[in-house]
């Protein structure tokens, strides 16, 4: 941080300093490992863009520090708001408050988020109704949103072809971004086979397979397995989609981030007691896979990235002791591939990189 400005790796943001409330953030632990500070300078990127950011993880804790550290990094006014089963549109947009004996209805932390430009941190989204996350995406996609008082929100763009504002229209601010978080294993999703969460399934959240959306742990006679896979799928282009799977910090890490059109696919499976970690990241239309498989005590990683309209994919297998890198860089149309098999106690990387010149 320096002079108002946020560099992280590559990416610089310029950060609003305030002394609300509204910027309360929790002192968080952070690791700072290469696949954290990855995902962070993307998500700088892609608020930078304009886009919103939906956060999926199986059990819902990897996301929430993911938000909070960009959050501490932003430094901008916020509001959090927490679904629930129960959670409707009325109170998604209108705030009850006592005061002085007397309760009042106020704008509630969406509405104050859209009318100053504020971050808006909307939590648990799969456990409320299809109707409130079908509003949301609304709002995402569209610009726009009827209150249940009648007032409707618009986008600036909208409400300047139109010629003015009418009365009872609240502008979306240009500044106005949602980071929206949600479990797969929570309510409605027990127990059926879904993929997507409620009412956010045109923005794309897939993973793989049935099997594939929760931790698998499987026990034989010469291994222990446990591993996980997970699909994001980009929704152009408001939306940054980033599905994480398991412990951000191992034995098995399965991250994919997509945004535009684009597909990202992690596998992670380590057999036995050692680390496997595959990141996916792909931009525009571009399609990027990532598989990393630990056997024994072994290390395995593979990270493809590819943008624009290419195809990069990058496999790593790890046997007993070794250590396996694999990496994958694409651009433009190009297709990269890049494969590391390593055994016994060999180091072995290899890179693929594919670029415009």
Do not use: C
């Amino acid at each position: 941080m320096e002079n108002g400005t946020l560099t992280n790796d590559k990416t610089s943001a310029s950060i609003s300093r305030t002394d609300e409330a509204l910027n309360v953030v929790p002192d968080i632990i952070f690791s700072d490992i290469p696949q954290h500070r990855k995902i962070m300078e993307l998500l700088l990127q892609d608020i930078q863009r304009g886009n919103h950011l939906l956060l999926v993880e199986n059990r819902g804790l990897e996301n929430k520090k993911i938000a909070d550290r960009l959050l501490q990094h932003l430094n901008r006014p916020t509001e959090y708001t927490q679904l629930h089963r129960y959670t409707t549109v009325h109170s998604l947009t209108i705030h009850p408050t006592a005061k002085n004996g007397t309760v009042i209805y106020e704008d509630s932390p969406l509405v104050k988020a859209v009318k100053y430009g504020y971050l808006l941190v909307v939590d648990e989204a799969d456990k409320a109704p299809t109707t409130v996350t079908s509003i949301l995406n609304t709002l995402i996609e569209n610009g726009e949103m009827v209150l249940s008082d009648g007032r409707r929100m618009i986008s600036r763009k909208k409400i300047n072809s139109s010629g003015g504002k009418p009365s009872g229209i609240i502008p979306v601010h240009d500044d106005f971004r949602m980071i929206i978080m949600t479990s797969q294993t929570g309510f409605p999703f027990l127990d059926q086979d879904f993929s997507t969460p409620s009412g956010l399934e045109d923005r794309g959240v897939h993973n793989a397979s049935s099997r594939s959306r929760r931790r698998r742990q499987v026990s034989s006679s010469t291994s222990h397995e446990i591993g996980i896979t997970v699909k994001a799928v980009g929704s152009n282009p408001a939306i940054t989609t980033v599905v994480m799977g398991a412990d951000g910090t191992g034995p098995h890490t399965a991250t994919a981030i997509a945004s535009g059109t684009a597909v990202a696919t992690a596998t992670a499976v380590t057999y036995g007691t050692g680390t496997s970690t595959a990141t996916a990241i792909a931009n525009v239309s571009a399609i990027a896979t990532a598989t990393a498989h630990s056997y024994n005590t072994a290390v395995a990683t593979a990270t493809a990235s590819a943008q624009d309209s290419s195809s990069a994919e990058a496999t790593a297998h790890a046997h007993d002791k070794a250590v396996a890198t694999a990496t994958a860089n694409a651009s433009d149309s190009k297709v990269v591939m890049a494969k590391a098999i390593a055994k016994g106690d060999q180091v072995i990387t290899d890179t693929q990189t594919g670029l415009s010149t």
